[in-house]
């Protein structure tokens, strides 16, 4: 890894990409680094694709990340994390919820959702860690945590210290939150330790 650690998370709208990525950088802020941030929204309100770059390090310049630098690529869906995919750096991990999104509406022409996209997944990157996030998320107390969750397994592939991703959800989540978000974290936190012993 280079001094500046390279993070992208993609999804698709309503599935808490940007939170996710507040929480990401927030962390990183309060273990003392530079951080840049950006969002693609695209059609995000209508379920089409969001992409949100997180860099780090002693000094960031800009928020892009050039294509084949990513360190760590956090997909909350399948085939968005195979979209992306190709953005991994050689070594990258990419860390995935097991969850198949297929669009609600497919314009004639246009391919079918890939029925081969685990394969597809596991194959795009030298490091891959799936999760069943929502499932992971619904035993802390809330499918809709499924992104705290993979936060919680990215926390296992960046230099950044717990106590620093804690505060960073306590700064970026209601209070009436936070006690499952924390839960969520904690267990993908365990399942990504898990993956990367059997991995």
Known sequence: MSSVTNIAIAGVGGQGIILASDV??????CAGHDVKKNEVHGM?????AVVSEIRF???????LIPDGEVDVLVALELLEGLRQAHRLR??????ADELRLPPGVRPPGAPEYPKDV???VKAA????????????????GNARAANTVLIGALSRHVDIPL???????????????????????????RRGREKARQG
């Open 118 to 120: 685990v394969e597809r």
């Open 163 to 189: 106590e620093a991703w804690k505060s960073a959800l306590k700064s970026c989540l209601r209070p009436s939150l936070l006690e499952v978000n924390l839960k969520a974290f904690e267990l993908g936190r």
């Open 24 to 29: 990401v950088a927030n962390a990183a802020l």
């Open 125 to 140: 990157a030298s490091r891959v860690v799936l999760l069943p996030a929502a499932e992971v998320a619904r035993k802390a």
């Open 44 to 48: 995000a309100q209508r379920g089409g």
């Open 57 to 63: 390090g002693r000094r960031v310049y800009s928020p």
């Open 90 to 95: 050689g070594e990258g991990s990419l860390i």
